[in-house]
C-alpha cells in the first residue's frame, strides 16, 4: 500500500556556499571594502567541488538573453507552485522498500493551474508542457519533458539549474557526468541508447585527455556516496533533468537554441578580436591598449560605411518581383512542358515511332502550338530548326538573309569561346 507524507521539498534548496573563504569575507571589517566585495563575489559563485559540475555561464548578464522575459514570467508561476502552503503539494511516497522524496503528480499540478491560473485542463497542459520542456519540472522515471494528466510523479528543478541562469555547458562536462553514471550500480542511473552512443563518441573525441575526465568523474562519485540517500536521489535526477534539457534525446526539441531573429533584435555589439590574436603572434597582448582598441574600432567603422555604400549603388530587385517572374516563366512554358501537356507527338524513343522527326523534315505542316512558342523570344525560334528556315525565307524576301547567317555564325563562335571574325 502506498502512503504519502507532505514535507519540504528538497528541490526548493539553494546553491552550495561556499563555507571557508564566504564566512571569513562576511567578517571582514567595512574599511576594506575591495576585499570584501571580492570575497562577496566568491560567495555568490557555485560550489566546485568534485560533485559539482563545472559548467559554464558565458553570457556577461542575464538581462541580454532574448528569452529573459519568459524565463522570468515562468519562474514566477513556478515561485507560486513552490508555496508552502498553497502550492503544488509535494509529498514523499512510500512503499514496502523503498521511498521516493519531493515529489508530486501530474494530476495535482493541472488541478492547481486549473484553479490558481483560471483555465481549463487543455490550456493548462499545454502550459505545463511548455514549462517542463524548459526544466522547471520533470518526470522521474523518463527522459522526454512532458506533463501527462495522471499520476505520473514529478518533481521541481532546484533554481541552481533554472535556464535564466544562462548555462552553456560543454561536452567535457557531459562527458564527465555520463562517465559518472557508468560507475554507479543503480538502475535508475543506467543509460539510455542514446546516451550511451554520446559516451562512446566523446571518448572517442576526447581520448587524448580521457583519463583526466575519468579521474573527475571518479571524484564526483566518492562524494555523492557520501550522502544521504534520499538527498542523492533528488540530486542525481536533477542533474539528469538539466542533461534532458541542454543535450535532448532524439525527437525532442532543444529549447536551449538561440532564435536568430531574437538574437538579431537583441542588437549586441560585435566583439572585434585583438589583432595580435588574429594574426597568430606569439607572446603577443592578449589585452590591446585603449588606443589600438580605438583605432580598430574607427576602421572596423569605416569599412562598414564602405560597404552600405557599396550596397547603396547596386540594383536590388525585391524578392515578390522575382517570385512573379519566375511564376510567369513556367506559367507561361508549362503547356510545353510533356509533365504537364501530353504532346502533340509521341516520344519516337519510347513509342518507336518516327512521326515526330517526319514531322520536322515538313516545313509546310507547322501547328499553331508550336509557332505560338515562336512569339516568346528569338531565341525560341532561332533554336527550333523549322523556325530559323522559315526566319531565313522571310529575310531572303526582304534581302536580309546575310544578316540571319552573320548572327548565326557568332552565335556559334561565341559558343565555343571564339573571337568573331568576318
Known amino acids: 500500500m502506498v502512503t504519502m507524507n507532505s514535507e519540504k521539498s528538497a528541490c526548493r534548496r539553494k546553491p552550495i556556499e561556499k563555507t571557508n573563504s564566504s564566512s571569513s569575507s562576511k567578517k571582514a571589517p567595512e574599511a576594506d571594502e575591495d576585499k570584501r566585495n571580492e570575497d562577496d563575489h566568491a560567495n555568490d559563485s557555485p560550489d566546485l567541488s568534485p560533485n559539482t559540475p563545472t559548467y559554464n555561464v558565458t553570457a556577461s548578464c542575464a538581462e541580454d538573453t532574448p528569452n529573459y522575459l519568459v524565463y522570468k514570467k515562468m519562474e514566477s508561476i513556478v515561485e507560486k507552485m513552490l508555496d508552502e502552503f498553497t502550492g503544488v503539494p509535494v509529498k514523499t511516497v512510500k512503499t514496502f522498500m523503498t521511498k521516493t522524496p519531493s515529489v508530486f503528480t501530474g494530476t495535482d499540478l493541472i488541478a492547481w493551474m486549473m484553479k490558481s491560473m483560471d483555465i481549463d485542463d487543455q490550456e493548462a497542459l499545454h502550459v505545463a508542457h511548455l514549462m517542463a520542456s524548459h526544466g522547471y519540472f520533470f518526470p522521474i522515471d523518463d527522459h522526454c519533458l512532458t506533463v501527462k494528466n495522471d499520476n505520473t510523479f514529478y518533481r521541481f528543478q532546484t533554481p541552481y539549474f533554472w535556464p535564466s541562469n544562462c548555462w552553456e555547458p560543454e561536452n567535457t562536462d557531459y562527458a564527465v557526468y555520463l562517465c559518472k553514471r557508468t560507475m554507479q550500480n543503480k538502475t535508475r542511473l543506467e543509460l539510455a541508447d542514446y546516451e550511451a552512443e554520446n ?16 579521474m573527475q568523474a571518479e571524484a ?32 525532442c526539441v532543444n529549447t536551449t537554441e538561440l532564435d536568430i531573429k531574437k538574437a538579431c533584435r537583441s542588437h549586441k555589439s560585435i566583439v572585434q578580436p585583438s589583432k595580435h590574436l588574429h594574426l597568430g603572434v606569439a607572446g603577443g597582448r592578449i589585452s590591446p591598449s585603449v588606443e589600438s582598441s580605438t583605432t580598430s574600432s574607427i576602421e572596423f567603422l569605416q569599412k562598414e560605411i564602405e560597404t552600405l555604400k557599396d550596397r547603396l549603388d547596386k540594383s536590388v530587385i525585391k524578392v515578390s518581383k522575382v517570385a512573379e517572374a519566375l511564376i510567369g516563366y513556367f506559367e507561361q512554358y508549362m503547356e510545353y512542358d510533356p509533365f504537364f501537356t501530353q504532346p502533340e507527338l509521341t516520344n519516337p524513343w519510347i513509342s518507336d515511332s518516327p512521326e515526330m522527326w517526319e514531322q520536322e523534315k515538313l516545313a509546310k505542316e507547322i501547328s499553331a502550338r508550336r509557332v505560338k512558342r515562336w512569339a516568346f523570344s528569338l531565341q525560341e525560334l532561332l533554336q527550333d530548326p523549322v523556325g530559323r528556315e522559315q526566319f531565313t525565307r522571310f529575310l531572303d524576301k526582304e534581302f536580309s538573309g546575310e544578316n540571319l547567317k552573320e548572327t548565326r555564325s557568332f552565335m556559334i563562335c561565341a559558343d565555343f569561346g571564339k573571337p568573331f571574325r568576318n
Do not use: C, N, T, Y
Open 199 to 214: 559516451l562512446a563518441r566523446l571518448q572517442k573525441m576526447f581520448s587524448r585527455k580521457w583519463e583526466f575526465i575519468f
Open 220 to 251: 564526483q562519485s566518492k562524494v555523492d556516496k557520501k550522502r544521504d540517500k534520499l538527498e542523492r536521489k533528488v540530486l542525481d535526477s536533477q542533474e539528469r533533468a538539466f542533461w534532458d534539457v541542454h543535450r535532448p534525446m532524439p525527437g
